[in-house]
C-alpha cells in the first residue's frame, strides 16, 4: 500500500452581507496546511480583507477565516471560505504531522505589506493574510497575498499586502505563513505549479495539478505590476465535482474605477512523499 497522501478542501459560506465573515473547520484527523477564499460579488465593490489560518479552543491552527467588505457602493454578497487539511498513512497506518504557522504584522500606514520567513527544517505548505483596518467606514483591502519561492523553488515565507481606496485608511496587514513536517520515515516534498494571467481589467488566472502525480496543498495569489488600484478578490482551491478531489487553484482580482489593466498568478502547492 506504502504511503498515501490524502487532501480535502472544507467549505463554508456566508451569508448575503454587506461584510461577510465567515469560518470553517477541519475534521479531526486532519493537519491544515492552507486555506482560501472567494467573494462572490460583482462588479467592484466587495473585495478580501482577511483570507488566514484560524486556532481553534485548544490553540491548534485547523480552522481557516475570510473576510470581505464593500465600499463606496451596498453590496451584499456570500463568501465561501475553505479550509485545506491533509491526512497521511502508510501501509494504512495513520503517520503523524507536525505544523507551525508563522507570522509577521506590518506597521500601520495607508498602504501596508509584510513578509514572514518559513522556520528552518519545515515544509511550506499554504498561507494567507488578514488587513486589520483601522476604521470601519473606510477602505484598506487585500491586493495580496501570495508564497515567497526561496532559490531551491520552494516556499521559504509569505507576503500581503493591502491598500485604501477613495479615502485615508492606515492598517495592520498580518502575513501568514504554514510549515509541516513528518518523522524521519516519512519523507515528504512540495513542488509549486504557478500561471500568470494576461493583463486586463479583471485579471484571473487558474493552476491545474500535474496529472496523476501530487495533491494541491494550498496556493495564493500575487498581483502583477500596475496593480495599486486592484484588490484581491478570490484565492481557493478548485475542487472536482466528481470525487471531491483538489485539482487546482483559482485567483482573482477586481479593479477599482479606472485603474489600469493589470494581472494576477495562481500559485498550486503539490505534495508528495519524497
Known amino acids: 500500500m506504502g504511503i498515501v497522501i490524502e487532501s480535502y478542501a472544507f467549505v463554508g459560506v456566508a451569508t448575503r452581507a454587506t461584510g461577510p465573515t465567515a469560518q470553517v473547520w477541519l475534521p479531526p484527523g ?17 473585495t478580501l480583507t482577511a483570507c488566514y489560518p484560524t486556532r481553534n479552543h485548544a490553540g491548534v491552527f485547523n480552522g481557516w477565516t475570510a473576510a470581505g467588505r464593500d465600499f463606496g457602493l451596498a453590496d451584499p454578497v456570500p463568501l465561501a471560505v475553505y479550509a485545506v487539511g491533509i491526512r497521511i498513512t502508510r501501509d494504512g497506518v495513520p503517520v503523524k504531522v507536525e505544523q507551525q504557522v508563522f507570522s509577521a504584522t506590518s506597521a500601520l500606514v495607508s498602504e ?14 499554504g498561507g494567507g493574510a488578514q488587513d486589520n483596518y483601522a476604521t470601519p467606514v473606510n477602505g484598506n483591502m487585500l491586493t495580496a497575498s501570495y508564497p515567497l519561492i526561496g532559490a531551491d523553488g520552494k516556499i521559504c515565507g509569505w507576503s500581503a499586502s493591502g491598500r485604501d481606496h477613495d479615502a485615508a485608511d492606515q492598517a495592520r496587514v498580518t502575513a ?99
Request: hydrophobic share 40%.
Open 176 to 274: 501568514f505563513v504554514i510549515g509541516i513536517r513528518t518523522g524521519p520515515d516519512v519523507a515528504l516534498e512540495a513542488h509549486i505549479v504557478s500561471n500568470t494571467s494576461l493583463l486586463t481589467g479583471y485579471p484571473s488566472a487558474l493552476v491545474a495539478a500535474p496529472h496523476g502525480n501530487a495533491v494541491v496543498a494550498g496556493g495564493g495569489a500575487l498581483v502583477g505590476e500596475n496593480g495599486r488600484g486592484t484588490m484581491l478578490s478570490a484565492s481557493c482551491p478548485i475542487i472536482s465535482s466528481q470525487d471531491g478531489r483538489l485539482t487546482g487553484w483559482f485567483a482573482a482580482r477586481k479593479v477599482h474605477k479606472s485603474a489600469p489593466p493589470s494581472g494576477i498568478t495562481a500559485y498550486g502547492v503539490m505534495l508528495e512523499a519524497a
Open 112 to 125: 501596508p505589506g509584510v513578509s514572514v520567513k518559513l522556520g528552518a527544517g519545515w515544509i511550506g505548505t
Open 30 to 46: 486532519f493537519t491544515l496546511t492552507g486555506g482560501g477564499a472567494y467573494d462572490m460579488g460583482r462588479g467592484t465593490s466587495n
